[in-house]
C-alpha cells in the first residue's frame, strides 16, 4: 500500500503565500506522476498542478503563475507553493501519487482557508 500525508495546510489572507507539502511512503514502486488536486465546498475535485515521471509539470489555467509545484525524486516528496492566493483557492488540497498500471492513491487532504 502507499501512503500519502500531506501538510501545510492554514488560514492566510488574501495576497499571502502557503507552501504545501506531501509525504509518499509504503510500497511506491513506479510513479507515474503526482500531483495536487482541490475540492472547494460544494465543487467537484480539481486539478491543480501534475508533475510526471519524467519531470513535465502542468497546472490549471487559475493557478499559473501563482503556484509552482515541484518533486523530490529522492525523498518520494511534492511540495506545492501558493502564492499570491485568492478567497476562490479556499478548499482542501488532496495529494495524488498515479504509480503502476494507473494504480491511483489519494491523501486524506490538508484545508486551505484565504480569507479576503
Known amino acids: 500500500q502507499v501512503q500519502l500525508v500531506e501538510s501545510g495546510g492554514g488560514l492566510v489572507q488574501a495576497g499571502g503565500s502557503l507552501r504545501l507539502s506531501c509525504a509518499a511512503s509504503?510500497?511506491?514502486?513506479?510513479?507515474?506522476?503526482m500531483g495536487w488536486y482541490r475540492q472547494a465546498p460544494g465543487k467537484q475535485r480539481e486539478l491543480v498542478a501534475v508533475i510526471t515521471s519524467s519531470g513535465s509539470t502542468h497546472s490549471a489555467d487559475s493557478v499559473k503563475g501563482r503556484f509552482t509545484m515541484s518533486r523530490d525524486n529522492a525523498k518520494n516528496t511534492v511540495s506545492l507553493q501558493m502564492n499570491s492566493l485568492k478567497s476562490e483557492d479556499t478548499g482542501v488540497y488532496y495529494c495524488?501519487?498515479?504509480?503502476?498500471?494507473?494504480?491511483?492513491?489519494w491523501g486524506k487532504g490538508t484545508l486551505v482557508t484565504v480569507s479576503s
Open positions: 495524488n501519487l498515479v504509480g503502476y498500471r494507473g494504480m491511483m492513491y
Open positions: 509504503g510500497s511506491i514502486g513506479e510513479i507515474n506522476a
